[in-house]
């Protein structure tokens, strides 16, 4: 019989729209500061729109003198910020103090608006170990092993829905690398399998350090990922702090109600180096590439919107910045004040019951440490 030329299945058709869902990310001011969703923006009030940028001016000074800091020799890792502020002030900004938030290095912002201080991130940065002590306790401190938090999250928001908590749910970041790592998938799929509050975050900002996010993955977008762990997903522009903090506010709403995680894609860019150890981003991007994302930069973009409704000057900014700029200052002082670390402490952390050589270490740092 001969093959006839119908198919029973179009592999090459299925993959095509694979991605068809996505092909619209949620977007409400649109990247020439024109409000493309004027309902959604309608809900917003002025103050609260005004605190959107003046928290996005806070995010991108702290980037500003931390690099400062950086080149001074005062702090220890940090991960830049600036150009992710809409990404991660619109997100955060949706939950709530009894939320879990798990978040990783480049989340630092997140965690200081969620019930830290600037002190005490500036203290993470220098590897002191109260940099872990938080005054809000519902925090983990940032995970370096890219994935981990998601494996953590599941934990997290099984305890949630074990404990019968109401109207809470975890909250955790990666960027697009971290959704290659086999923690991303089995914190999600444990997460959805058990139905357990939470809200992923993938913040896509291009670049896994030196490797593109297209070498990185086949998919052609990260939400997708999720459907296949029967996790609803989204792309929201990340330059679009109005847009993200909505999406954001929606998927912790449908978490705590008990439908299970949600998983948001938010698409941003990282302006600069990947760490402050001083890769070189000129190495492996173009200015090609560079240039439209920096034009899309959130700030500008929300500038335009309030300066439209009369609610912002450059006056203003300047004068926040001023400020911000101090209370950095000042946080940096105290971090700087807090009593050095005693290797004897971390033994008798470590060990409960120390063997003899532990204990002969103790005492020899002791030793050391009353000099
Ligand atoms: C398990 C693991 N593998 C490799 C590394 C080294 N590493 C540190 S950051 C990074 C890239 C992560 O990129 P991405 O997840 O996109 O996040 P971004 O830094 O861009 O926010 C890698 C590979 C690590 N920390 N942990």
Do not use: C
Not at 178 to 185: A, F, K, L, N, V
Request: charged residues 25%; without cysteine.
């Amino acid at each position: 019989m001969a093959n006839g030329s119908k198919q029973i299945v179009d592999f090459a058709k299925i993959k095509a729209t694979m991605a068809d869902p996505y092909k619209h990310p949620v977007q409400v001011i649109d990247r020439e500061g024109k409000v493309v969703n004027p309902d959604i923006l309608a809900k917003y009030s002025d103050d609260q729109l005004v605190d959107f940028m003046k928290k996005m001016v806070w995010e991108r000074t702290l980037h500003e003198q931390t690099m400062n800091f950086s080149r001074q020799g005062r702090l220890g890792f940090y991960a830049p910020t600036a150009g992710e502020e809409a990404s991660e002030m619109g997100s955060v900004t949706a939950f709530k103090e009894q939320d879990f938030l798990a978040p990783a290095y480049r989340d630092l912002p997140q965690m200081i608006q969620h019930g830290t201080t600037v002190a005490k991130g500036f203290l993470w940065s220098k590897g002191h170990v109260e940099g872990n002590i938080h005054e809000n306790k519902n925090m983990l401190f940032p995970q370096i092993i890219i994935g981990a938090q998601y494996v953590e999250t599941a934990g997290v928001a099984l305890g949630i829905k074990k404990n019968k908590d109401k109207d809470r749910v975890a909250f955790v970041y990666t960027g697009d690398g971290g959704t290659s790592q086999g923690d991303w998938y089995e914190g999600v799929n444990f997460t959805s399998a058990f139905q357990a509050p939470a809200v992923f975050f993938v913040q896509n900002n291009g670049w896994a350090i030196s490797v593109p996010r297209y070498k990185q993955t086949a998919a052609e977008t990260l939400a997708q990922k999720a459907v296949a762990m029967g996790v609803p997903s989204v792309q929201v522009d990340g330059m679009d702090i109005v847009a993200v903090h909505e999406v954001s506010k929606l998927a912790r709403e449908y978490a705590a109600a008990g439908n299970g995680p949600v998983v948001i894609e938010t698409l941003t860019y990282r302006f600069g180096a990947h760490s402050s150890a001083g890769d070189d981003p000129s190495r492996y991007r173009t200015k090609e590439e560079e240039k439209p994302w920096f034009d899309a930069d959130p700030l500008i973009r929300m500038r335009k919107v309030l300066t439209d409704k009369k609610l912002w000057s450059q006056d203003q900014e300047d004068k926040l910045v001023e400020q911000y700029k101090d209370d950095f200052k000042e946080a940096m002082k105290e971090a700087e004040a807090a009593p050095a670390q005693k290797v004897s402490d971390f033994l008798k952390w470590t060990y409960n019951v120390p063997t003899p050589s532990v204990k002969k270490q103790i005492a020899e740092f002791e030793a050391k440490e009353s000099k």
